[in-house]
T-cell receptor, first 114, second 113 residues
Framework: AQSVAQPEDQVNVAEGNPLTVKCTYSVSGNPYLFWYVQYPNRGLQFLLKYITGDNLVKGSYGFEAEFNKSQTSFHLKKPSALVSDSALYFCAVRPLNAGNMLTFGGGTRLMVKP | DSGVTQTPKHLITATGQRVTLRCSPRSGDLSVYWYQQSLDQGLQFLIQYYNGEERAKGNILERFSAQQFPDLHSELNLSSLELGDSALYFC????????????FGPGTRLTVT
C-alpha cells in the first residue's frame, strides 16, 4: 500500500526567504506525485505534479518541487516566500496502476511572517 | 474557483439521521471523487465514479453510499450518522478516470450533534 509522509506539522519562514515543505512517499512502482494547497475555508487547489521527465517541476504561484527517486522525496520549494503563501499544504501520491485515487500526507501548515 | 460546486456548504444534523451531499463536476469532467477530511483521519479517499459507474473504492463505510447521475453530478449519502462522521467532505473531478490532477470543490462541512 502506498503512503505519504509530511514530517513537519508546521513550517515557519520569514517573508522573502526561501521555503521548503518536505514530503516523502512509499509506493510500488513509479509514482505520480502532486502538491495541493488549502486556504482557510476553501477546497484544495492544485499546485503542481510530477509524472515523468525532468525531476524539477514548476507549478503555480512560483512554487516548484524536486523529485528524488533515490530518496523517495518530493519536496515543495519557493525561492522567496510571501505572507499570502501561508496555508496548509498537502503532498499526494497516485501509484501508476491504482486508478486515480490519491493518497494524501497529513499536511504541513506554512506560516510566513512579515 | 475550480469549477466544482458542492451543496450545501454547511450541514448540521443529529446522530442517527441521514443526509445527502451533492456535487457538480467541472464542465467536461467525467470522473468524480469523494474525500473526507477530519482532524484525526486527515484527508481520505472515499469513492470514485466515472461516467456513472463506480470505479474505485477507498475507506468508505457501509453506511455511506454514492452515485453519479446521467448529467454527471454526484451525490454522497451518509446514513445512521455518528458523531465521528463530523468532517469536511470534498468532491473532486477530473476529465478521465486516469486523469492527472483532480480539481476540488469547496467542500461540505458536516456537523453531527
Amino acid at each position: 500500500a502506498q503512503s505519504v509522509a509530511q514530517p513537519e506539522d508546521q513550517v515557519n519562514v520569514a517573508e522573502g526567504n526561501p521555503l521548503t515543505v518536505k514530503c516523502t512517499y512509499s509506493v510500488s512502482g513509479n509514482p505520480y506525485l502532486f502538491w495541493y494547497v488549502q486556504y482557510p475555508n476553501r477546497g484544495l487547489q492544485f499546485l503542481l505534479k510530477y509524472i515523468t521527465g525532468d525531476n524539477l517541476v514548476k507549478g503555480s504561484y512560483g512554487f516548484e518541487a524536486e523529485f528524488n527517486k533515490s530518496q523517495t522525496s518530493f519536496h515543495l520549494k519557493k525561492p522567496s516566500a510571501l505572507v499570502s503563501d501561508s496555508a496548509l499544504y498537502f503532498c499526494a501520491v497516485r501509484p501508476l496502476n491504482a486508478g486515480n485515487m490519491l493518497t494524501f500526507g497529513g499536511g504541513t501548515r506554512l506560516m510566513v511572517k512579515p | 474557483d475550480s469549477g466544482v460546486t458542492q451543496t450545501p456548504k454547511h450541514l448540521i444534523t443529529a446522530t442517527g439521521q441521514r443526509v445527502t451531499l451533492r456535487c457538480s463536476p467541472r464542465s467536461g469532467d467525467l470522473s468524480v471523487y469523494w474525500y473526507q477530511q477530519s482532524l484525526d483521519q486527515g484527508l481520505q479517499f472515499l469513492i470514485q465514479y466515472y461516467n456513472g459507474e463506480e470505479r474505485a473504492k477507498g475507506n468508505i463505510l457501509e453506511r455511506f453510499s454514492a452515485q453519479q447521475f446521467p448529467d454527471l453530478h454526484s451525490e454522497l449519502n451518509l446514513s445512521s450518522l455518528e458523531l465521528g462522521d463530523s468532517a469536511l467532505y470534498f468532491c473532486a473531478s477530473s476529465v478521465v478516470p486516469y486523469g492527472n490532477e483532480q480539481y476540488f470543490g469547496p467542500g461540505t462541512r458536516l456537523t453531527v450533534t
